[in-house]
């Protein structure tokens, strides 16, 4: 169901896997009232480039950087 003007909507993420230079994230968009969910993406990967656009390591060696 489409999101009116008005509603308020929640945004949830969760950590699908991550590599040396990117993090794969999956993201659901809901109706907080309802929990009828509006969208979802299966699928956001994020790559740290350095200045020159390049790949580059991000530092996160373990998922519990993201339970916290």
């Given amino acids: ?3 009116k003007r008005g509603d308020i909507v929640e945004i949830g993420c969760k ?3 991550f590599g040396r ?3 794969t994230v999956s993201c659901a ?3 907080k009232t309802t929990r009828a969910e509006i969208v979802s993406v299966d699928k ?3 790559v ?3 200045d020159n656009g390049v790949p580059k390591a991000h530092g996160i060696t373990t ?3 993201f339970e916290e």
């Fill in 63 to 65: 998922q519990t950087a």
């Fill in 1 to 3: 169901a489409p999101a």
């Fill in 21 to 23: 230079t990117s993090i």
């Fill in 48 to 50: 740290l480039l350095d």
């Fill in 29 to 31: 968009i809901r109706n």
């Fill in 15 to 17: 950590l699908v896997e």
């Fill in 44 to 46: 956001i990967v994020m």
